[in-house]
């Protein structure tokens, strides 16, 4: 990794300094001499709009020929300003991202807020009578829970959970089985079986495919693909009494609560585990709140890279900005300093130089946009893990950073901008170098 950053940082340097020099030793040695004289303006493609280009001031139109008159510059300006945007963004992706796994995940695919895992398949009248008497509880539906082995196309997924619903038409209330690509809810089949993303990903499975499914206790059997589910976390594999019964060839075992509860406190969920545990024939109970925190905590861990990326972002737009300009003023000191001798203000002169950093700041926010998307989209998908996928998400607080702090940038280098041509010796600058 280091060696191809320093291959990349020596392309960067080296070769942009090789392709100036080049271009420079092709001149003769005549031409060297004698200054470069400043590039004739063009009719730009607004000029065509007649009726906006008239209502135009004379600065305006100005500024906007010059951008095109100098491409070089314009396309360097809006790829530092669309880097540093793409940084911004990449760092509130990531984080958003991370986020939205387990937000969509426990809030828009799982409904319920904890399983409980019965001691004998069937016997429920204990746990239903304390969750009953439970100030919390709403309501649950019983599942035949088990945990399998699916093998499709030479691939194996591990550790799958299999859920027969005791009452198939009931799921919907506590699993949302959404289209993977679509996004519409549908309803669990008689027939088939359901896999979410991730593990159809992995077994390069699609609907219609067979797939070989083992469970712990040694049960093999075969299941066609029905549908596919969006899933974030885990891998999920939902099925009919009638499939299973015609996969294993027995009787799914309903072993597994689903249960939806009102808002509780950390105690109460402790609580409500331990009674259950001693008096509900469980063999235990698990939270989605546990794994929910666990989601948060390792997103508030990612603060610290966020930072980074705006800091080395905000360096990085400010430099080419900064310097961009410097040289832009430099080249054009004699174009400058006749402006001023013909009589512009102080304030016209450089806004003479700053509305085109303005519109190219803005063009670069915009490309940015786009850059930072498809880069967090990368990003996550590389990494991904075999148990869970990120979305790709962005709240509208990066764009605003990011909006903001090249806004920032810009203003700064137009305040030294105007400090530096406020000070300049036309007669100096006028002088002829011949």
């Known amino acids: 990794m280091i060696g191809l950053a320093l291959i990349f940082a020596l392309l960067a340097t080296v070769g942009a300094a090789g392709i100036v020099v080049w271009r420079e030793l092709a001149?003769?040695?005549?031409?060297?001499?004698?200054?470069?004289?400043?590039?004739?303006?063009?009719?730009?493609?607004?000029?065509?709009?007649?009726?906006?280009?008239?209502?135009?001031?004379?600065?305006?139109?100005?500024?906007?020929?010059?951008?095109?008159?100098?491409?070089s510059r314009m396309l360097m300006t809006i790829i530092g300003i669309a880097g540093g945007t793409a940084l911004i963004l990449t760092g509130f992706g990531i984080q958003n991202s991370i986020s939205a796994s387990g937000t969509k995940q426990y809030h828009d695919v799982l409904h319920y807020q904890a399983t409980v895992r019965l001691k004998q398949a069937g016997h429920q009248d204990k746990a239903d009578m304390i969750l009953n008497h439970n100030d919390q509880y709403h309501s649950h539906i019983t599942v035949a829970g088990d945990v399998g082995d699916v093998r499709a196309h030479g691939q194996k997924v591990a550790d799958v959970n299999l859920y027969v619903p005791e009452n198939r038409q009931q799921l919907w209330r506590y699993v949302s089985l959404l289209n993977a690509k679509t996004g519409k809810p549908f309803k669990l089949a008689k027939s088939g079986v359901v896999l979410t993303e991730k593990m159809a990903t992995l077994l390069h499975a699609k609907v219609g495919d067979r797939v070989q499914v083992t469970t712990t206790d040694g049960h093999k059997g075969h299941a066609k693909v029905a549908a596919i589910t969006a899933n974030y976390m885990g891998h999920f594999m939902y099925l009919s009494a009638a499939s299973y019964r015609q996969m294993l060839g027995e009787k799914p075992?309903?072993?597994?609560?689903?249960?939806?509860?009102?808002?509780?406190?950390?105690?109460?969920?402790?609580?409500?585990?331990?009674?259950?545990?001693?008096?509900?024939?469980?063999?235990?109970?698990?939270?989605?709140?546990?794994?929910?925190?666990?989601?948060?905590?390792?997103?508030?861990?990612?603060?610290?890279?966020?930072?980074?990326?705006?800091?080395?972002?905000?360096?990085?737009?400010?430099?080419?900005?900064?310097?961009?300009?410097?040289?832009?003023?430099?080249?054009?000191?004699?174009?400058?300093?006749?402006?001023?001798?013909?009589?512009?203000?102080?304030?016209?002169?450089?806004m003479y130089i700053v509305r085109e950093n303005i519109v190219l700041t803005l063009m670069g926010i915009v490309v940015g946009y786009g850059v930072g998307n498809l880069l967090t989209a990368y990003i996550m998908r590389q990494a991904a893990t075999a148990q869970v996928i990120f979305p790709l998400t962005l709240h509208l607080t990066g764009y605003v950073v990011a909006t903001v702090l090249m806004i920032i940038f810009t203003v700064i280098v137009m305040l030294v901008t105007h400090r530096r041509l406020k000070r300049v010796n036309m007669i100096e600058a006028l002088k002829s170098n011949e």
């Open 27 to 71: 001149e003769g040695p005549a031409a060297l001499m004698r200054p470069k004289a400043p590039k004739s303006a063009k009719r730009i493609l607004l000029e065509r709009i007649t009726p906006l280009w008239q209502r135009m001031s004379f600065n305006r139109k100005v500024s906007y020929r010059n951008l095109f008159r100098f491409k």
């Open 253 to 350: 075992a309903y072993n597994t609560l689903l249960v939806q509860l009102r808002s509780q406190t950390s105690k109460q969920r402790n609580r409500l585990a331990h009674q259950l545990l001693n008096n509900g024939d469980a063999l235990g109970a698990s939270y989605t709140a546990d794994q929910q925190k666990t989601v948060a905590t390792m997103s508030q861990s990612l603060n610290p890279i966020i930072l980074i990326f705006i800091l080395l972002s905000g360096i990085l737009s400010f430099v080419v900005l900064y310097n961009l300009t410097n040289i832009n003023v430099s080249e054009r000191i004699r174009e400058l300093s006749t402006i001023k001798v013909l009589g512009f203000y102080d304030g016209e002169v450089t």
